[in-house]
Structure formats: C-alpha cells, structure tokens
C-alpha cells in the first residue's frame, strides 16, 4: 500500500521568508512517481512538478526548488522569498508504475504568506 | 491552451435525486480519473480509466455511484441515488504516458441536501 505524510497541517511566513513544506512517503514499489499540487483559495488543482523514482536531481523552477531523498523517502518543496499569491494549500502525491497511476495524495499542507 | 472541463460547476440536490457529473478530458489524453475530496478523508480516487476500459474503481461505493466513459471525449460519474453523506467536491483528471502527471479540471461541487 501507499502512503503520503505531510505532517506540517498548517504553516503561515511573512512575505519574502523561505519555506520548507515536508513530503514523506511509502511505497513498495521500485518504479513510481511524486508530485506536488497546489491548491489555492479557488479551489482548482495546479499541477507544480513530477519525478520519477529514478531521477533524483533536486530541481528548482523560479521561487521553487524540490529536494528527492530516496534514503529518507521524503520530497520536500521549499519556497524562496514567498509571496502572498503562494497562499494556498499544497499535496504531495505518490503514483505507482503502469497500470496504477492513480494518486495516493497526502492530508495537504496549509500555508498562509502574510504581507 | 488545453484544459480538462468539468460540468455542472455546482450542483445542489435533494437526497434520493440522481446526478450526472460530465467531464471533458485534454484530447489526446488516453487515462481519466475521478477523485473525491472533502475535509475528513481528503482527496480519494473514486475511478480510473485507461483508453476508456475501467482499471480500478475500488474507491467508488458500488451501490450507488457508476462511472463511464462512452467516448474518449467525454467521461460521466452517475451517483443514484445521492445521500447527503456525497456532498463533496468531485474532480476529474486526465493524463497520458509516461507518468501519467494528471492535469485536473474545476471540479464539481454538489451539495445534496
């Protein structure tokens, strides 16, 4: 079975603090993928990244960078200088290989920027 | 710019109603997904699809809800009869490989009451 722990409920910065928001995960399986997702007040769901369990270069695109640790099972988002249109809710998810693609999410990470 | 569509954006029901959630999935896009989320359990897959033949619907109570996708251009999810209980928002999202990464439409929020 899969599972996605974001043990951070809730985090609020004020704007241009960086923030690290937590990502820990369980899988069995050897190919599988992680994601992150954001969700703002709206409510749509904004896809921000994919790995796969092969590639673990850290990447970073603008403000956002994401650190894969296979040893600690973790895919942690950091924000850099944060600003308050990053105020929403953000998911880490988990796919499995081929055939099971569907996301294991986990419970989302709340993060308010306040001016 | 290609996006997956969702109708209808709200719907409010009475308990025993049927209802009809529509999904437009990105073209060329060959799986189809169908999540729930609500405050106590999150965000929990209901349905799946791979080239419109059904590969997981384990998350979907049985009795009540159908999913389909009768063209690869549209994917519906039928819950009859509704109870208050399915009061949620309802997401659908399409992807295609490798990855899979799901690209997610608006979402249906329904209120049965």
């Known amino acids: 079975a899969q599972k996605v722990t974001q043990a951070q409920t809730e985090i609020s910065v004020v704007e241009k603090e960086d923030v690290t928001l937590d990502c820990v995960y369980e899988?069995?399986?050897?190919?599988?993928?992680l994601f992150w997702y954001k969700q703002p007040p709206s409510g749509e769901l904004v896809f921000l990244i994919r790995?796969?369990?092969?590639?673990?270069q850290n990447e970073i695109s603008g403000r956002y960078s994401w650190n894969f640790q296979k040893s600690t099972s973790s895919f942690n988002f950091t924000i850099t200088a944060s600003q308050v249109v990053d105020s929403a809710v953000y998911f880490c998810?988990?796919?499995?290989?081929?055939?099971?693609?569907?996301?294991?999410f986990g419970s989302g990470t709340r993060l308010q920027v306040q001016p | 710019d290609a996006r997956v569509t969702q109708t209808p954006r709200d719907k409010v029901t009475e308990m025993g109603q049927e209802v009809t959630m529509r999904c437009q999935p990105i073209?060329?896009?060959?799986?189809v997904f169908w999540y729930r989320q609500t405050m106590m359990q999150g965000l929990e897959l209901l349905a799946y699809?791979?080239?419109?033949?059904?590969?997981?619907d384990s998350g979907m109570p049985k009795d009540r809800f159908s999913a389909e996708m009768p063209d690869a251009t549209l994917a519906t999810l039928k819950i009859q009869p509704s109870e208050p209980r399915d009061s949620a928002v309802y997401f659908c999202?399409?992807?295609?490989?490798?990855?899979?990464?799901?690209?997610f439409g608006p979402g249906t929020r329904l209120t049965v009451l």
């Open positions: 899988t069995r399986d050897t190919t599988y993928y």
């Open positions: 790995r796969n369990s092969f590639d673990e």
């Open positions: 999202a399409s992807g295609s490989p490798p990855g899979d990464t799901q690209y």
């Open positions: 699809f791979r080239n419109r033949a059904p590969l997981d």
């Open positions: 998810a988990l796919s499995g290989p081929m055939g099971r693609r569907a996301l294991t």
């Open positions: 073209l060329g896009h060959n799986t």
